[in-house]
């Protein structure tokens, strides 16, 4: 009986590890069946929407673009006229704007043809006049190139109208053209502290002349010297000295003692941040938040961290130095010819996006970006080894900006300012992204730019690349 007692211990022993190696399987074939069923769903949904992509693409394969194809015109008898044109981004009511922007979301304003001292562009049967000047353009490529820097971008703007003079982007490997854009945002630096001043004149009543406590050298981020108090520091800088050298921890003292995280917060609004601007191309938002954290506000108002700017966003706040205090609303397209050589569109009038400042706190400003060339951090890149200004009667200004970034990875190295002589303006910014070294500074590549354009341009001669 013990004998057959064992047996049957044994037999259930095996019984149980039987079932157990049939669960197991079971879960391997239920968990199988289940990623089977998963993955035929994702191939279900993604063969649809390829079919659907497929379809979209197929049926707008048309000269031109992707906006509205018109394979043929009837007239009222139902006649079928002759197609003179394949692709029409104008509404049945008429220019249609939209249609335009829609078509410039996927793909870039081409600037290779030019006609009459401006850049034209053939979209099916119509002709796109922009307001870009061929001669900053052309300088401003040929500067990057020659320099090799690994990625490069300028915006320019006339500061009274908004018009749109210069809009280059560069990347050494042209794979990857993708990752710099002037209508992206990138860490802008000690460009922040143009906001800061501007708080800190119009509502603080700071002026050149204040002076700022502190201790440490000019550069850095020692946390004991950013928490003292503004009036405790050995060493004193003016303000418009700490703009033009680019002081960081008086900056960031002026930030935390006396401009504060909302006003600092309202300010940024005022110049536009975090709000859309409207442009025909596919512009982003320039962000900005102003943390609680008083050490991280100063590192704000400073320009280490929370902020970031596009490069034509950076050029209308440069712009809005030397026109009085006016946020002007950009534009790059000056008209558009039919196909039968009429103009459809004509841009007229100048759009105030805001007032951010007065015209006696842009006129501060101005003159601290002035020094900031002949005094300042920007003046290697305007004086040459003889120490002359290499833009004789010209009033350039600006504000330099350096921060490292990790999108593209590398420094960068910025400016943002203008330049006036007899009348003619400009404002602009700069944008180099080196690593790990560089060639050029963002304020070198301004300088060169604004030299094409106030002494290359009246002795220029365009050609047209291609003719009609």
Request: charged share 20%; proline share 4%.
């Amino acid at each position: 009986m013990e004998r057959i007692k064992d047996w049957k211990s044994y037999q259930k022993i095996l019984n149980r590890q039987k079932r157990k190696k049939n669960n197991f399987a079971s879960s391997i074939k239920l968990i199988g069946f289940l990623i089977f069923v998963i993955l035929l769903a994702y191939g279900s949904v993604r063969m649809f929407y390829l079919g659907k992509s497929y379809i979209l693409i197929r049926s707008k394969q048309f000269q031109g673009t992707g906006i509205r194809p018109i394979n043929s015109i009837k007239d009222k008898d139902g006649a079928v006229k002759s197609a003179i044109m394949d692709f029409n981004p104008f509404l049945d009511a008429g220019f249609s704007i939209k249609s335009l922007k829609t078509y410039f979301k996927h793909n870039a304003p081409v600037f290779n043809e030019i006609k009459d001292g401006r850049y034209i562009q053939k979209i099916g049967g119509y002709t796109i006049v922009y307001t870009i000047k061929p001669v900053i353009q052309k300088e401003t490529e040929k500067t990057f190139k020659e320099y090799a820097v690994p990625f490069g971008v300028m915006a320019a703007v006339n500061p009274d109208t908004g018009a749109v003079l210069g809009l280059v982007s560069y990347s050494r490997n042209k794979k990857r053209m993708n990752e710099i854009s002037g209508l992206i945002p990138y860490p802008p630096g000690s460009l922040t502290k143009i906001i800061t001043a501007s708080a800190a004149i119009e509502s603080k009543g700071f002026y050149p002349g204040f002076n700022i406590c502190y201790n440490g050298g000019i550069y850095g981020t020692n946390k004991s010297y950013w928490k003292q108090n503004i009036s405790t520091g050995l060493n004193r800088i003016s303000f418009s000295l700490a703009f033009a050298k680019s002081c960081d921890v008086a900056f960031g003292k002026v930030a935390g003692f006396y401009v504060g995280k909302r006003l600092l917060m309202n300010y940024f609004n005022k110049f536009y941040f975090n709000k859309n601007i409207p442009f025909i191309l596919n512009l982003q938002e320039s962000r900005a938040d102003v943390p609680n954290n008083f050490y991280r506000l100063e590192l704000t108002g400073a320009g280490f961290e929370n902020v970031k700017v596009t490069p034509l966003q950076a050029a209308l706040i440069s712009a809005a130095i030397i026109n009085g205090g006016k946020l002007v609303e950009p534009y790059i397209i000056e008209k558009i010819i039919g196909p039968d050589g009429h103009t459809l569109y004509t841009h007229r009038g100048i759009k105030v996006l805001d007032d951010p400042i007065t015209v006696k706190t842009a006129f501060i400003l101005k003159q601290m970006m002035i020094k900031t060339i002949t005094s300042g951090i920007g003046r290697p890149d305007f004086y040459n080894a003889y120490n002359q200004y290499m833009l004789p009667g010209v009033i350039a200004g600006g504000k330099t900006g350096t921060i490292s970034g990790n999108n593209p990875e590398g420094l960068y190295q910025w400016f943002a300012g203008f330049g006036e002589s007899n009348g003619k303006k400009i404002a602009l910014s700069t944008l180099v992204i080196e690593k790990p070294v560089w060639r050029i500074t963002g304020g070198g590549v301004a300088e060169k730019t604004l030299f094409a354009y106030f002494f290359k341009h009246n002795s220029l001669k365009i050609a047209s690349l291609q003719e009609n």
